[in-house]
């Protein structure tokens, strides 16, 4: 303000008042919007969807702290141990995530069986050999569609989680969570691929 001249005296603070509405947007579903969270990878969205689930509260300004505890809340609600989870933003992309590989199968199965989350859930995955990050990935099962997950790589950092489709035609969830890694981390992808192969192929029904 300043720099154009203009002053402004007292305090400064967040707040609300009643107003005329000059514009107004609507974007797109949740479901459109979270194909480049899942597909691509995309962090922007992720920290993006993240921090708007607290601005839906329409209390206050959305924040992502505020987006965390909403988070935890609703762990709680699915019976998620919450022992050593910390959620602070929506893409892992800095220190304050950190959740277990077994919490995640519990929640993508949990999704899977809920008609009004699994089918959006599942669409917005990479399907390996197909799409996303997964399309140079597992080509085998292209044509099966039989692994759908996200995947997650930074400097020491490899994951992938989601669904597989075994040979007995059950589906089950899955997480692998590689943390630590020494050298390229995604050179650790290849065991990542190899766990999911060794478990599509053992799987049998009444497995």
Same mark, same amino acid.
């Given at each position: 303000?300043?720099? +154009?001249?203009?002053?402004?005296?007292?305090?400064?603070?967040?707040?609300?008042?009643?107003?005329?509405?000059?514009?107004?947007?609507r974007?797109?579903? %949740?479901?459109a919007? #979270? %194909?480049?969270?899942?597909?691509?990878?995309?962090n922007?969205?992720?920290?993006?969807?993240?921090?708007?689930?607290?601005? #839906?509260?329409?209390?206050?300004?959305?924040?992502?702290?505020?987006?965390g505890?909403?988070?935890?809340?609703?762990?709680?609600?699915?019976? +998620?141990?919450?022992?050593?989870?910390?959620?602070?933003?929506?893409?892992g992309l800095?220190?304050?995530?950190?959740?277990?590989a077994?919490? &995640?199968?519990?929640? &993508?199965?949990?999704?899977?069986?809920?008609?009004?989350?699994?089918?959006?859930?599942?669409?917005? %995955?990479?399907?390996?050999?197909?799409?996303?990050?997964?399309?140079?990935? +597992?080509?085998?099962?292209a044509?099966?569609?039989?692994?759908?997950?996200?995947?997650?790589? &930074?400097?020491?950092?490899?994951? +992938?989680?989601?669904?597989?489709?075994?040979?007995?035609?059950?589906?089950?969830?899955?997480?692998?969570?590689?943390?630590?890694?020494?050298?390229?981390?995604?050179?650790?992808?290849?065991?990542?691929?190899?766990?999911?192969?060794?478990?599509?192929?053992?799987?049998?029904?009444?497995?």
């Amino acid at each position: 303000g300043r720099q +154009m001249g203009i002053e402004v005296t007292g305090e400064v603070k967040l707040g609300a008042v009643r107003g005329k509405l000059v514009s107004a947007h609507r974007s797109a579903p %949740l479901s459109a919007l #979270m %194909l480049p969270l899942g597909k691509k990878s995309n962090n922007f969205y992720a920290e993006t969807i993240f921090k708007s689930i607290s601005g #839906m509260e329409g209390k206050t300004p959305a924040s992502h702290a505020r987006s965390g505890e909403l988070v935890r809340e609703a762990l709680k609600r699915a019976g +998620m141990p919450r022992t050593g989870v910390e959620v602070r933003n929506g893409s892992g992309l800095f220190e304050g995530g950190r959740l277990t590989a077994r919490m &995640l199968a519990r929640l &993508l199965a949990q999704a899977h069986g809920d008609p009004g989350v699994g089918p959006e859930l599942r669409s917005q %995955l990479s399907v390996a050999g197909v799409d996303g990050t997964l399309r140079a990935r +597992m080509r085998g099962h292209a044509k099966s569609r039989a692994v759908r997950a996200k995947t997650g790589t &930074l400097a020491a950092v490899s994951a +992938m989680s989601g669904y597989a489709t075994l040979k007995g035609g059950r589906t089950v969830a899955f997480s692998l969570l590689i943390n630590d890694v020494r050298g390229k981390a995604v050179a650790v992808r290849k065991d990542l691929d190899a766990f999911v192969e060794a478990l599509i192929g053992a799987g049998r029904p009444g497995c």
